[in-house]
């Protein structure tokens, strides 16, 4: 069975940081290009970061210079290290696996940043 588990969401006030974490089980994590997306209230949902096997990333528009993306093979967890967090960047953060066709979603978690 497959899981992806995120945690490390919660409430931070403007300019602080959090990292978010996604642990995945039940795949063969190496192969599979790791991403985390969020949706805010009433908007689409977009991709904030992706890291490929081979270890290319991507990042969204609005958070690059301030997120970073990173996995760990070993412990078949991908992490997301957000800082000078802004209000425009609360959503509910959902880590993403894909191989060729085959993708999966986590849960999510929330991530709010408010005074």
């Known amino acids: 069975q497959v899981q992806l588990v995120e945690s490390g969401g919660g409430l931070v006030q403007p300019g602080g940081s959090l990292r978010l974490s996604c642990a995945a089980s039940?795949?063969?994590?190496?192969?599979?290009?790791m991403a985390w997306y969020r949706q805010a209230p009433g908007k689409q949902r977009e991709l904030v970061a992706v890291?490929?096997?081979?270890?290319?990333?991507n990042y969204g528009d609005s958070v690059k210079g301030r997120f970073t993306i990173s996995r760990d093979n070993a412990k078949n967890t991908v992490y997301l290290q957000m800082n000078s967090l802004e209000p425009e960047d609360t959503a509910f953060y959902y880590c993403?696996?894909?191989?060729?066709?085959?993708?999966?979603w986590g849960q999510g978690t929330q991530v709010t940043v408010s005074s």
């Open positions: 039940g795949i063969a994590f190496s192969v599979y290009a």
């Open positions: 993403h696996a894909q191989y060729i066709t085959i993708a999966y």
């Open positions: 890291r490929t096997a081979g270890g290319s990333t």
